[in-house]
Nanobody, 114 residues
């Protein structure tokens, strides 16, 4: 299944963005899906994930600021990001986990200006 991310861009500190990842209904309903990010010069890190039963997990830096949710009708995974800061500048990737492997999209760039 191809994952296609969108919604990134340039935003000022304190602003918000809503990332979207188009998948398909089977993937959304069957696998754990989530978002990871890779900041410049850093390793990729988990941001948030959601199970088929809608249980969510967040990295500490995302708690209270980011919300992961699914639009099941449109088969889209979202990441609502609020109160963004320059430290959130990164390439954000959507993924799903089959229990055996992870599958990734191409990513969407988020840049937060100070």
């Amino acid at each position: 299944v191809q994952l296609v991310e969108s919604g990134g861009g340039l935003v000022q500190t304190g602003g918000s963005l809503n990332l979207a990842c188009v998948a398909d209904a089977n993937t959304l309903g069957r696998y754990v899906m989530g978002w990871s990010r890779q900041r410049p010069g850093k390793q990729r890190e988990m941001v948030a994930s959601i199970t088929p039963g809608s249980r969510t997990t967040y990295a500490d830096f995302a708690k209270g600021r980011f919300v992961i949710y699914r639009d099941n009708d449109k088969a889209i995974l979202h990441l609502q990001m609020n109160r963004l800061g320059p430290e959130d500048t990164a390439m954000y990737y959507c993924y799903y986990n089959t229990g055996i492997d992870n599958y990734w999209g191409e990513g969407t760039q988020v840049t937060v200006s100070s």
